[in-house]
């Protein structure tokens, strides 16, 4: 972090003992012109945190008791930003991977929902983390960075949803903050009934993964995953688990719901990886 621009803290100096002179008439000769001097020189100062004094001087107003502090306390880190606007629309020239149509809503593809209500979220981010942790919707919004990231997705039946609007926050924010082993290697999302969906890690903590909670201004509907699912534009929108309820670290790789059933396990729409009798 870049120290404080020098002016600025004179300014602050000199705010500190204009306090002071209103208050002790006798220093202000001294506080008035010693400051700046002292600024140039670099402030002397004794171990009682008072500045000495200049030569043929016998009084001194004394520094209000925090000046001292304040001049060489640590600056603060700025406050983290809570919201992050994001483009992660592909700079290709065109957005549609081969064989895709574009829709213009997201289109309810099915299964199994849990509760939708926010209230009873409870997401587990756990396998190989040192620190394992259970979240509450609460805990999302108000511990995390969110993310409002534009992006599109692509279904394997071949429609996509170009440029939607989605809120969450990043899974690599979860993944560091459970402080995930060297050994994490996969990620599996786990979902209400069952449902998984499996990529690399590589691919997890990629900046435009999430876990979304809402799409377009408005929260995800019931159909869609609500109150959370996860969102991984870069693959088929099979790997964005709805009504997400897990976040699983592992070493070894295990094929989820869609990939055990025929369908490719990397899943990339730019290869159109589709089915799993592509896999070399
Ligand atoms: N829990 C769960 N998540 C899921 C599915 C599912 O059946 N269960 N289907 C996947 C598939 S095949 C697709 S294309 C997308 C569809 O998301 P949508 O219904 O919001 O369009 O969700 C994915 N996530
Ligand atoms: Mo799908």
Redesign the pocket.
């Known amino acids: 972090m870049p120290d404080k621009p020098q002016p600025e803290r004179r300014r602050f100096i000199q705010s500190l003992t204009a306090g002071a002179t209103i208050m002790t008439l006798g220093g202000i000769a001294y506080m008035a012109a010693g400051c700046s001097a002292d600024e140039q020189a670099g402030a002397e100062l004794r171990p009682d945190g008072r500045r000495r004094l200049p030569p043929g001087q016998r009084t001194l107003v004394p520094r209000p008791d925090n000046a001292a502090v304040a001049d060489n306390a640590p600056l603060e880190p700025p406050p983290k930003p809570k919201l992050l606007r994001t483009d992660e629309t592909t700079k290709a020239e065109t957005r549609l991977p081969p064989n895709q149509y574009e829709i213009k809503a997201?289109?309810?593809?099915?299964?199994?929902a849990g509760d939708p209500s926010r209230g009873a979220l409870r997401l587990k981010v756990h396998g190989e983390v040192e620190q394992p942790l259970n979240l509450s919707f609460d805990n999302l919004l108000d511990d995390y960075t969110r993310i409002e990231q534009t992006c599109d997705v692509h279904?394997?039946?071949r429609w996509s949803l170009l440029g939607g609007i989605w809120q969450g926050v990043r899974v690599s924010e979860l993944a560091q903050r459970a402080r995930i082993t060297k050994r994490a290697r996969y990620v599996i999302f786990q979902?209400?009934?069952g449902?998984t969906?499996n990529i690399e890690i590589d691919e997890a903590l990629k900046p435009n993964v999430l876990v979304a909670w809402d799409i377009n201004g408005a929260p995800?509907g019931g159909?869609?995953?609500a109150p959370l699912?996860s969102l991984v534009p870069d693959r088929?929108?099979?790997?964005?688990?709805?009504?997400?309820t897990g976040i699983h670290f592992v070493e070894n790789d295990v094929r989820g719901?869609?990939e055990s059933r025929g369908y490719h396990n990397h899943a990339d729409p730019w290869k159109e990886q589709r089915y799993s009798s592509q896999e070399g």
């Open positions: 997201l289109r309810p593809m099915g299964g199994i279904c394997v039946t979902s209400e009934a449902y969906a995800l159909d869609h995953g699912r088929y929108f099979w790997k964005s688990a709805k009504w997400l719901y869609w």
